[in-house]
């Protein structure tokens, strides 16, 4: 029997874990996760529980038809059955493409995703809209498996829009550990973001009681440190390594459905990422979401270091918000939207005090909180630097000037509260962000 990685996982989907903090098991919505070594002569088995007497699309790129395709949509046949087998030209996330897709697939019941990125995002989303399951068998690690979110284009404009996860998810890691060691690194840089989110999405409870769940980070703590250790091996293709990084990013993808809500993984970092990818069109720097994100936590870990482990705490004033200005920035528009996010959040007078008389009372006790779950600046870099992934906005392939914007201005595109925030209306961020590259 082929070497299994599920750990935690494999409880978590038959429902039999129970949250430490409250006793209470918790289900997810996900049926069937495999994590193993190899899953070659099990598809049938994987597969048959959650599609049944359906007829099933099996859909590929080109490529991942090479590598993983073929294989699954014969050995799906020979299992007895009913499949079509689709290798789809040009796969794109966009409102378009879907329809293409929909057509495609129209005359069968359940779809078969064998890829990642654009291609599980648009079956993902076109099973949603077509009422039909999927399942998928990734071909690289990537956090958007479990994930109840799909991201496609509309008009130009990327969204994160409501889908449901897949039924199953296959983590065949004799094909993963293969992937374009890009993508890993990617994926490796996605994951090790849950320090900064963590660290501002605990913030924004402790100072204004916004919702938070403690239980992501639990289920992401035994793997991470190992997950740390492993990026010399992960690009030696070492199986152990990408079953703890094929882990962690099922969990995170649980985790947003156990939740949710995408919090967990997704705050100050990756609302500048979204910014690169609203503001970076006509110059597309070709990037993956990863390795933005990568660049964007370091930015945000070495912000976010910066001001808790400073004795004095920040003094903050009432948060400016010109309107002419971001319309002048992004345009009426999407000036508009943004203005619309901002205003959740800014910050008045009274509030301003509020929260000054809160940090001068008790800024040890609230550096002591976040601090136990911020990782030093230093142990990121260094991740990063060990995996060879992108560190720099320069890196991506942005202009000094514009990673600059980004660090300034990304936190008008959404109402979470970070630590951009903070430092923005304590006055500091355009002395840190002038550093910034
Ligand atoms: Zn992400």
Request: contains cysteine; proline residues 4%; negative net charge.
């Amino acid at each position: 029997m082929s070497e299994d990685y599920g750990g935690v996982i494999n409880e978590l989907v038959t429902g039999e874990w129970k949250d430490p903090l409250t006793g209470q098991p918790i289900s997810v919505d996900i049926n069937s996760i495999a994590i193993k070594k190899s899953l070659d002569g099990m598809e049938g088995e994987l597969v048959h529980p959650l599609h049944r007497n359906e007829k099933l699309a099996v859909v590929a790129d080109r490529y991942t038809y090479e590598v993983l395709g073929r294989r699954i949509g014969s050995a799906l046949r020979s299992d007895g059955f009913a499949i079509e087998e689709i290798v789809w030209k040009k796969p794109q996330a966009d409102s378009e493409s879907v329809e293409e897709l929909r057509h495609l697939t129209r005359h069968c019941d359940a779809l078969i995703a064998v890829g990642a990125g654009t291609l599980n995002d648009s079956v993902k989303y076109a099973s949603f809209i077509d009422k039909k399951k999927y399942s998928v068998f990734p071909t690289s690690p990537q956090l958007a498996y479990g994930t109840p979110t799909a991201s496609i284009s509309f008009g130009g404009f990327k969204r994160s829009i409501t889908a449901l996860p897949a039924q199953g998810v296959f983590f065949d890691l004799s094909v993963i550990s293969q992937c374009p060691i890009r993508l890993t690194r990617s994926a490796f840089a996605d994951l090790i973001c849950r320090t900064t989110a963590q660290v501002d999405w605990l913030m924004s409870h402790l100072l204004f009681g916004t919702e938070y769940h403690q239980l992501p980070y639990f289920l992401l703590a035994h793997d991470e440190d190992k997950l740390f250790g492993h990026a010399k091996a992960l690009q030696e293709g070492d199986f152990k390594a990408f079953g703890t990084l094929v882990r962690m990013c099922a969990l995170m993808g649980l985790a947003v459905c156990i939740t949710n809500t995408s919090h967990p993984g997704s705050m100050g970092e990756h609302m500048m990422s979204h910014y690169i990818d609203m503001f970076f069109h006509d110059v597309n720097p070709n990037t993956l979401h990863g390795e933005q994100v990568g660049v964007t936590s370091l930015t945000m870990s070495r912000l976010q270091n910066l001001i808790l482990n400073n004795d004095v705490p920040p003094v903050l004033k009432p948060t400016k918000l010109k309107e002419t200005d971001i319309n002048a920035r992004y345009g009426k528009e999407i000036g508009q939207q943004c203005i619309e996010e901002f205003k959740k959040k800014a910050l008045d007078r009274k509030e301003t005090d509020r929260i000054n008389r809160y940090f001068s009372e008790n800024w040890k006790k609230f550096t002591e909180k976040l601090g136990a779950v911020m990782l030093p600046y230093e142990k990121l870099s260094a991740a990063m630097r060990d995996i060879g992934a992108v560190t720099t906005g320069c890196d991506l392939g942005l202009p000094q000037a514009f990673y600059q914007d980004v660090v300034l201005y990304s936190r008008e595109v959404r109402d979470r509260f970070t630590m951009l925030d903070i430092a923005a209306d304590s006055g500091i961020l355009e002395a840190f962000a002038a550093e910034c590259r």
